[in-house]
């Protein structure tokens, strides 16, 4: 594992704000067009974006198609190429080995992976040696790693979300706790255990944040993933993010911030 503060190099304001850019089923002019529509929206305001693709390219529950891995370097480098923030790649489903390889190529910084540690039905584990061998290749990737995913079953629902996070500790730069479903929110005992276990290390709100919770999910993480609040519809297909909500939203996080300042100085 890197010893320098990698998360922190990539995202030096405090709470940043990751906001997702969907590629959604389509035609690959139809996927470039909205995925560059949507980042013109969200450059000006957020920290940082996750190039995703949404619904479509899988393999298996475990790995994505070749043709996902192919297509979203060409994606991803128009989109570092426009970005005026970092750029991360997430090849569902947690196929990390094809997102490693997409942020390196294309130039992206970091990678979210929906589960980093735990064991779930109907998909396998990640063994912790051949990831920790991957990512010491890509030594300068930093990992975004969910825990008790949305969407995925635990073997056994009662696993401990502090062991969990323990685990994941040594496996990303980062701890990602979702709700259980998109645009579901996250648990605030969730976040307080998660916290609680790992100290210093970050955690990151995963779903569910919006202009109303955002206050309370912050005073708990280190930052937050936001897909949902940016869309008036929510994550469908064709729904673009929406400037204005965008605003509205970043607006309360600016409040949260120099109200931290505030409080550190005092």
């Not at 997409?102 to 910084?109: F, I």
């Not at 912790?128 to 061998?133: D, T, V």
Request: a neutral charge; glycine letters at 8%; charged letters at 25%.
């Amino acid at each position: 594992m890197r010893k320098s503060p990698l998360f922190q190099d990539i995202f030096p304001r405090k709470k940043p704000i990751i906001a997702m850019l969907h590629v959604f089923a389509g035609s690959q002019r139809e996927q470039r067009e909205r995925a560059l529509q949507d980042l013109d929206c969200l450059n000006p305001f957020v920290d940082g974006v996750i190039v995703e693709n949404y619904g479509w390219g899988r393999l298996d529950s475990n790995l994505a198609i070749n043709e996902v891995k192919k297509w979203l370097v060409e994606l991803t480098k128009e989109v570092v190429k426009s970005s005026k923030v970092p750029v991360g790649v997430n090849v569902l489903p947690n196929d990390y080995e094809k997102s490693f390889y997409v942020a390196s190529v294309a130039g992206a910084r970091f990678i979210q992976m929906d589960h980093v540690t735990g064991d779930f039905l109907y998909c396998q584990s990640v063994d912790p040696k051949p990831f920790l061998k991957v990512k010491d290749f890509y030594s300068d990737i930093a990992v975004l790693g969910g825990i008790h995913p949305k969407y995925y079953i635990l073997k056994d629902p009662l696993t401990p979300i502090n062991e969990s996070a323990l685990a994941a500790k040594l496996l990303a730069e980062a701890i990602v706790v979702t709700g259980e479903h998109t645009g579901g929110e996250a648990s605030i005992k969730d976040m307080q255990v998660a916290k609680k276990a790992v100290g210093e290390h970050k955690v990151l709100v995963g779903s569910g944040s919006n202009a109303i919770n955002v206050k309370a999910q912050l005073a708990l993480a280190d930052g937050a993933i936001v897909g949902t609040a940016f869309k008036k519809h929510g994550v469908i297909p064709g729904e673009p993010i929406d400037e204005e909500l965008v605003k509205r939203f970043m607006a309360k996080v600016e409040e949260i911030r120099k109200a931290d300042s505030a409080a550190e100085i005092n």
